[in-house]
């Protein structure tokens, strides 16, 4: 099939390669030149494990190609995917202008019968306002489809290539059997292929991710009580986790939840039950826990400093969303940071890929460096922030005597406090077994 994708970032540009990759003719589309450039010449513009070689591969071979020109790619296309962002506006409901955009420009350039996908995550109600827009400015017929994405940033060609499920949202019997054929090679063991109506496809998203961020929230709240009671939070967690209606993914406490999805779909949920009338009590209350929870690292570097951070040095271990992207949207390393800058700390930050997003948010205003042991280096602290697996296991030894004072705040409890403690560091875990002060 011919395949236009509207959007040429995080999901659209693994959308594009993995269809290229099926052996299908795609041309993928973005407004900013720099993005379409950089891809032509077979260079990714995001961080995502695997994606270099299928874009590489794909854009060798012929099947793959991007290009600023709306009408060059959807004037061939028999499917069109929006795959555009949908970031949340100032009063937290969804900033639409991308989307409805997109869906005008695809509008007016197709030249024949077309299959429009919407990718996005978008409320309920979008497919019905594109498929006016279309009735608007096209002549020729357009079936709306929502299929919304789940794919994970950091496993994003894994997850696309083998989904759970592939969500269909449309009236028409044609558009779903032709999406069951699009994804037939992704699902091949078994996962379904859920046909439903576009709204429902459009409130599972949401429904999807919020569930997931109420995981993470009720978590931390318990991680806080465990802090109180000097409870180990890892224990209660394998204590819910292995009851097999709770299950163990997503029960991880930490530094709080970020990124492009789940702050902006929370809220987007919160905004639609304004909209309607109806009671969103429970992610409402997601939201400002996270929002608290993005500050509690901070706070205990602050106690154990006694409020009074000028002359002192911390060091900030990760600053992406989560590992293995670049992505740093709603990152709560941008919380600590601030936090830490506010009260007068000198801060020098490190993460393995992050580094030039960092600077577009703190600039000049913090120390880089590439390495966590040199970030380390006189430090009177080191915050743990992103789990990148090679903070996992750093020579502690080395750590310690590098250090002015040897304290770690393990946001992710990824280390062992116990044995921490044991090596003479002042460790504090985020509802863990942890060292007095603090
Ligand atoms: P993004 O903002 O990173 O990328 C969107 C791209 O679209 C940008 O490169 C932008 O320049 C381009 N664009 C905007 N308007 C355009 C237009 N009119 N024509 C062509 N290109 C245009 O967004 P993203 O993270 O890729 O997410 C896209 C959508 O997918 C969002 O709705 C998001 O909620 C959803 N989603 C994202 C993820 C994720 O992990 N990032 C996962 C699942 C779903």
């Known amino acids: 099939m011919k395949i236009a994708v509207i959007g040429s970032n995080y999901v659209g540009l693994v959308v594009a390669t993995c269809l290229a990759n099926t052996g299908h003719d795609v041309v993928g589309v973005d407004i900013k030149p720099e993005i379409v450039a950089k891809l032509n010449r077979g260079e990714s513009t995001i961080y995502e494990p695997g994606l270099s070689e299928l874009l590489t591969t794909n854009l060798s071979n012929g099947r793959l190609l991007f290009t600023l020109d709306h009408y060059m790619a959807v004037a061939r296309a028999d499917i069109c995917f929006l795959a555009v962002g949908t970031p949340s506006a100032d009063d937290g409901s969804v900033n639409m202008s991308h989307l409805l955009t997109a869906a005008a420009q695809v509008a007016e350039a197709a030249t024949a019968p077309l299959t429009v996908v919407i990718k996005s995550t978008v409320p309920v109600g979008t497919a019905d306002r594109v498929r006016q827009i279309f009735a608007e400015r096209c002549v020729h017929p357009a079936e709306i489809v929502s299929n919304p994405e789940f794919l994970k940033e950091g496993t994003a060609i894994a997850d696309f290539q083998h989904p759970d499920r ?254 921490r403690i044991a090596e003479g560091f002042d460790y504090f875990g985020m509802g863990t077994p942890s060292s007095d002060r603090g």
């Open 166 to 419: 592939v969500v269909v949202g449309t009236n028409s019997d044609e558009a779903a059997e032709q999406m069951r054929e699009l994804y037939a090679p992704f699902v091949r063991t078994g996962h379904p292929v859920l046909a439903m109506s576009n709204r429902s496809a459009e409130l599972t998203k949401y429904a999807a991710n919020a569930l997931l961020a109420t995981r993470i929230s009720f978590m931390n709240e318990m991680a806080n009580l465990a802090d109180a009671y000097g409870v180990n939070i890892h224990d209660v967690r394998r204590g819910i986790g292995t009851d097999r209606r709770i299950g163990t993914s997503f029960l991880f406490s930490g530094v709080g939840y970020g990124g492009s999805c789940f702050p902006k779909d929370v809220s987007a949920i919160s905004h639609m039950g304004q909209e309607t009338g109806v009671s969103t009590q429970i992610v409402n209350a997601v939201t400002q826990v996270n929002a608290d929870q993005k500050r509690k690292l901070g706070e205990k570097v602050l106690r154990y400093f006694s409020g009074d951070l000028t002359d002192r040095t911390i060091a900030v271990w990760g600053l992406a969303f989560k590992p293995k992207t670049d992505d740093m949207r709603d990152a709560p390393s941008r919380v600590l940071v601030e936090q830490l800058l506010a009260a007068g700390a000198t801060v020098v930050v490190t993460d393995p890929v992050a580094l030039d997003e960092a600077w577009h948010h703190f600039g000049d205003r913090v120390r880089y460096e590439t390495s966590a042991m040199t970030a380390a280096v006189g430090a009177d602290a080191v915050c743990l922030v992103t789990e990148w697996q090679p903070y996992r296991f750093p020579d502690f030894g080395a750590l310690k005597v590098s250090m002015r004072t040897a304290a770690l705040f393990d946001g992710r409890n990824i280390w062992d406090g116990a044995k």
